[in-house]
Nanobody, 124 residues
């Protein structure tokens, strides 16, 4: 079992920044690829970014490339999502998730463990 707890969400104006954190406990954190997903009201959960076990590989959905940065600190059992130049369409509940599989995957069905989510609201 892995427990994930997100933090760092909030209300920000368009163009602003936020850094989300996801603290993990339970099984060794470094065994998992980690992902960030988001879900806006009335929409399906969508992939945002993923990072490999050692932090040396990452992937992003097209709409956040150049604006968001995923990183991890295995010594602190934490994964981060730095979000810059935020837009109103980034408004959603953001979730972190853990994946034991190989490769960086964008399908939420591949992720075994999920946090409870943190709300990000971007005002125009």
């Amino acid at each position: 079992q892995v427990q994930l707890v997100e933090s760092g969400g909030g209300l920000v104006q368009a163009g602003g920044s936020l850094r989300l954190s996801c603290a993990a406990s339970g099984r060794p954190f470094s065994r998992y690829n980690m992902g960030w997903f988001r879900q806006a009201p009335g929409k399906e959960r969508e992939f945002v970014a993923a990072i490999g076990r050692n932090g040396d590989t990452n992937s992003y959905t097209e709409s956040v490339k150049g604006r968001f940065t995923i990183s991890r600190d295995n010594a602190k059992n934490t994964v981060y999502l730095l979000m810059n130049t935020l837009r109103p369409e980034d408004t959603a509940v953001y979730y972190c998730a853990a994946d034991l599989g190989s490769g960086l995957r964008s399908d939420p069905e591949n992720y075994e463990y999920w946090g409870q989510g943190t709300q990000v609201t971007v005002s125009s």
